[in-house]
């Protein structure tokens, strides 16, 4: 589960991210917001769920730390590039502090 204030913050962030995308590409049709599966699992985020209304969560290849418009439409290189956000400061808190595995040393002979 994830935690409603964080999720909260990112959606906001999403749905800031969207609204300048379809501000600036109003002919674009969004349907979803790709994001690392690395991002989507450490925000306790699903796959495949609407994130957004109308806009579906997918995990891509993509940069974490970073989620892109999915849209129908065409962009040259350079326009995508400013709709990619940083969620790092929605995520960075998220990553539990794993601990190493104890390794059992081996006494020399
Ligand atoms: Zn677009």
């Given at each position: ?52 209304p ?32 940083a ?6 808190q ?16």
């Amino acid at each position: 589960m994830a935690e409603t204030s964080k999720v909260g913050h990112l959606l906001e962030r999403l749905s800031q991210g969207v609204a300048a995308h379809d501000r600036e590409n109003p002919e674009h049709h969004t349907w979803g917001i790709g994001m690392a599966y690395f991002d989507i699992e450490r925000l306790g985020l699903e796959e495949g769920e609407e994130i957004l209304p109308g806009i579906v969560l997918r995990g891509d290849g993509g940069m974490t730390g970073q989620f892109r418009i999915l849209c129908d439409g065409q962009h040259d290189g350079s326009a995508a590039e400013e709709e990619e956000e940083a969620v790092d400061a929605v995520a960075e808190q998220e990553v539990p502090a794993e601990p190493l595995p104890a390794r059992p040393v081996t006494p020399p002979l």
